[in-house]
């Protein structure tokens, strides 16, 4: 037996397949869940253009206090250790700044598994109308090889993550205002 696919276009999958069953969640609860979920990845977005603008500078104007051989790019966890080597051999900054800046830089990297679990969990369970949703994750570590999270997602708790993250943007966006208007070291 031949089971044939019908397609409006080489993209879709013809609904009234079982396994291909398209689910449209068109009510309040749902809606306040889906755009939460928008509104955590588009905050998330301007944290790590801040982290990024920091990390150039440090990087390209600073002198790379950390030595490292190649800017850091795509890894949060690598910019992120970036940033705190870097600030621990800053001379300028005294001891009680660079605890601060590497709690701001801790609290992003707690903030990023909050993230992670949401934007990349997949939902294993959803009653539709209810505004949420469970989401699984897999995670592979170098160290301790594949685990797991299971986590429940709310529009409360979602919004609440991205208040978090909105705070953490502003300090980091205001430390990335604050370094292009530093003088640049000289080799002097």
Not at 43 to 56: K, P
Request: aromatic fraction near 8%.
């Amino acid at each position: 037996m031949s089971i044939r696919f019908k397609t409006s276009s080489p993209f879709s999958w013809d609904s009234s397949f079982p396994g291909f069953a398209m689910m449209f969640f068109d009510n309040p609860s749902d809606n306040a869940l889906f755009a939460s979920i928008g509104r955590l990845t588009i905050s998330w977005a301007l944290l790590e253009g801040a982290v990024d603008l920091c990390v150039i500078y440090f990087f390209r104007n600073a002198g790379n206090p950390a030595g490292e051989k190649e800017m850091p790019r795509t890894a949060l966890k690598r910019k992120v250790t970036f940033l705190k080597r870097t600030i621990r051999e800053l001379p300028l900054l005294d001891a009680s700044a660079k605890s601060n800046a590497t709690a701001i830089l801790d609290a992003i990297l707690s903030e990023a598994v909050t993230r992670q679990d949401i934007i990349h969990g997949a939902v294993i369970d959803h009653e539709e109308g209810s505004g949420v949703a469970t989401l699984a994750r897999l995670i592979h570590d170098e160290k301790t090889g594949i685990s797991g999270s299971i986590t429940e997602i709310t529009p409360t708790a979602i919004n609440m993550a991205t208040i978090r993250v909105r705070e953490l943007t502003s300090v980091m966006q205001r430390l990335a205002y604050e370094l292009q208007i530093l003088p640049l070291p000289t080799d002097e």
